[in-house]
């Protein structure tokens, strides 16, 4: 199994820029793909970013490409979400999640959310 847990989250000034960072417990993180999703008051819960287990490719919803950056570091069992440009529509509650591909579904593993609010 993989326990993740959330950190970064806060409020900024749109055009500002937040971390997101996301550590996980267990030897086996540096095999799982993981993925960044979010969710905002009365919506679905969205896929943001992916990246592979090795880190060789990344993916990107449209909404934030170019924007936000997903990494990982294996040796720390870190992965992290650079938000730059931030937008007010932006807000939502932010997850990590282990797992691969732009749907929820394909996630068995999820953190407990970082709340990212975005003022205008």
């Known amino acids: 199994q993989v326990q993740l847990v959330e950190s970064g989250g806060g409020l900024v000034q749109a055009g500002g820029s937040l971390r997101l960072s996301c550590a996980a417990s267990g030897r086996t993180f540096s095999s799982y793909a993981m993925g960044w999703f979010r969710q905002a008051p009365g919506k679905e819960r969205a896929f943001v970013a992916t990246?592979?287990?090795?880190?060789?490719?990344?993916s990107y919803a449209v909404s934030v490409k170019g924007r936000f950056t997903i990494s990982r570091d294996n040796a720390k069992n870190t992965v992290y979400l650079q938000m730059n440009s931030l937008k007010s529509e932006d807000t939502a509650v932010y997850y990590c999640?282990?797992?691969?591909?732009?749907?929820?579904?394909?996630?068995?593993?999820w953190g407990q959310g970082t709340q990212v609010t975005v003022s205008s």
């Open positions: 990246i592979t287990s090795s880190a060789r490719s990344t």
């Open positions: 999640a282990a797992g691969s591909g732009v749907l929820a579904r394909g996630y068995a593993y």
